[in-house]
């Protein structure tokens, strides 16, 4: 037989072996083994539950909770789950409200109930940027979610059932006014500051509005006054994929299978506004999967699962949350945060108005005679969500209002929206400072 013969016949037999074999996608089966393991019949576990409420303190409302957009129809009886950190001074004037962002919950720091690392832990504790040897930090979930607050996997009153998507469109307005009854039942006046950070930063801006007589500082850390349609969009992409996740069932899927895809999925889109391009760059470039020992000599055969480091990562990120937050918590938290307005004829068309009386956000803040709250804006450059551009919008409209006591620091780095997590040093200079500062 010829070299000629001889090639196409090795040809052919490769050919062959490519034609017949049976693709197989470890990345599709994945899906298939969680929901066999999620199955209620295969074991006694729920597939979603909610952290052991003996971590964190409950305050039960005594009074229902106004809502921004039913205002007749208020909710009935909620609840709210919080922790803190320090000790509250005799004249209780020492108080930090610390505001989360879209699924964190309360534990924002280890505590005596709960000693595993909370979300910012780096930046809560003696000497941090959160002081606890001179202030008292308070953190709730916020209404909506689902780490021991009233959301949508609470039991409603009127069925004994979850509420699922009967659960009233909530504002993060509404966040911050069951925050606050929550103060009030701490029997604190004053806050000497709100602190938040993306979401949290949201509710901080709308805290120094809605009660300026009783904010001191505002600390807005990757927030903004005013969801951008490009983050809407972000948002919106992540709720389709959820929601067309045969096991969200119009939200009503407590008793069955929750809808881990959906929320493997959506948690990858998030993941990826959450960071940026050039830490990507930095940290995986185009790194590829490790080959099988045996396969070192041949060229690499891509596969249609993952084959790069950054797709592994992102499954990863998707596989690590689908089950630990609730579906429909995430809907409706997430949809705030794209109603979230603080413009002029935004808050007039909703009927709202701050303590102060107030017409305006950028009044309210900018106000020359005390009482005011002194705000600070800490964007970093590489966010991709929540832009410098919209942060500094927000800046220069306080600063035009009358405001003259306005900060903002502008952060470095690559690490995009989440900055606020990544950069103690930055992040936790400036919160350090702006809190320790003299600024009346």
């Known amino acids: 037989m010829s070299l000629r013969s001889l090639a196409r016949t090795s040809l052919s037999r490769r050919l062959a072996r490519w034609q017949h074999?049976?693709?197989?996608f470890p990345c599709v089966d994945a899906h298939k083994e969680r929901a066999a393991r999620l199955d209620p019949n295969n074991g006694p576990e729920p597939p979603y539950a909610r952290p052991s409420p003996t971590s964190y303190h409950i305050f039960h409302s005594k009074e229902p909770l106004p809502l921004t957009y039913y205002p007749s129809q208020p909710l009935?009886?909620?609840?709210?789950?919080?922790?803190?950190?320090?000790?509250?001074?005799?004249?209780?004037?020492?108080?930090?409200?610390l505001q989360t962002g879209l699924s964190a919950s309360s534990h924002a720091a280890s505590t005596s109930l709960n000693p595993a690392p909370g979300w910012w832990e780096k930046f809560i504790g003696p000497g941090k940027a959160l002081d606890t040897n001179?202030?008292?930090?308070?953190?709730?979930?916020?209404?909506?979610?689902?780490?021991?607050?009233?959301?949508?996997s609470s039991v409603s009153p009127d069925t004994g059932k979850p509420y699922a998507t009967t659960f009233p469109i909530v504002s993060i307005f509404d966040?911050?006014?069951?925050?606050?009854?929550?103060?009030?039942?701490?029997?604190?006046?004053?806050?000497?500051?709100?602190?938040?950070?993306?979401?949290?930063?949201?509710?901080?801006?709308?805290?120094?509005?809605?009660?300026?007589?009783?904010?001191?500082?505002?600390?807005?850390?990757?927030?903004?006054?005013?969801?951008?349609?490009?983050?809407?969009?972000?948002?919106?992409?992540?709720?389709?994929?959820?929601?067309?996740?045969?096991?969200?069932?119009?939200?009503?899927?407590?008793?069955?299978?929750?809808?881990?895809?959906?929320?493997?999925?959506?948690?990858?889109?998030?993941?990826?506004?959450?960071?940026?391009?050039?830490?990507?760059?930095?940290?995986?470039?185009?790194?590829?999967?490790?080959?099988?020992?045996s396969s070192q000599d041949e060229i690499r055969v891509p596969q249609l699962c993952p084959d790069f480091s950054i797709e592994t990562y992102l499954d990863h990120q998707g596989e690590?949350?689908?089950?630990?937050?609730?579906?429909?918590?995430?809907?409706?938290?997430?949809?705030?945060?794209?109603?979230?307005?603080?413009?002029?004829?935004?808050?007039?068309?909703?009927q709202l108005t701050s303590s102060a009386l107030e017409p305006s956000p950028d009044q309210a803040l900018g106000r020359s005679n005390p009482p005011h709250p002194h705000p600070t804006s800490t964007p970093?450059?590489?966010?991709?969500?929540?832009?410098?551009?919209?942060?500094?919008?927000?800046?220069?409209?306080?600063?035009?209002?009358?405001?003259?006591?306005?900060?903002?620091?502008?952060l470095g780095g690559v690490w995009g929206h989440d900055t606020f997590l990544l950069d103690v040093r930055g992040v936790g200079g400036v919160v350090r400072g702006f809190l320790q500062s003299s600024v009346f």
């Not at 005799?90 to 930090?96: G, H, K, L, Q």
């Open 175 to 293: 966040m911050v006014r069951a925050q606050f009854k929550l103060i009030d039942e701490l029997g604190i006046q004053q806050l000497f500051a709100v602190v938040g950070s993306s979401m949290g930063g949201m509710q901080s801006i709308a805290s120094g509005w809605m009660f300026p007589d009783r904010v001191g500082r505002v600390v807005s850390i990757s927030g903004t006054a005013r969801s951008s349609p490009s983050s809407i969009a972000l948002r919106f992409a992540q709720r389709s994929v959820l929601m067309a996740d045969p096991n969200w069932n119009n939200g009503f899927y407590y008793d069955d299978l929750p809808p881990h895809i959906g929320m493997k999925l959506a948690r990858q889109i998030a993941t990826i506004t959450y960071r940026s391009g050039p830490e990507w760059e930095q940290r995986f470039g185009r790194t590829l999967r490790q080959k099988s020992s």
């Open 134 to 152: 001179q202030f008292f930090i308070v953190c709730t979930n916020v209404i909506g979610g689902c780490y021991g607050s009233t959301g949508p």
């Open 21 to 24: 074999s049976i693709p197989s």
């Open 380 to 410: 970093a450059h590489s966010d991709i969500l929540f832009t410098v551009d919209q942060q500094r919008e927000m800046v220069d409209a306080l600063r035009m209002a009358g405001n003259d006591k306005v900060s903002y620091y502008e």
């Open 320 to 350: 690590e949350f689908c089950l630990k937050y609730d579906a429909n918590s995430l809907i409706y938290v997430s949809k705030a945060m794209d109603l979230f307005d603080m413009s002029k004829p935004a808050l007039e068309e909703l």
């Open 76 to 97: 009935p009886a909620y609840q709210l789950a919080y922790e803190t950190w320090g000790k509250l001074s005799p004249s209780r004037d020492n108080v930090i409200l």
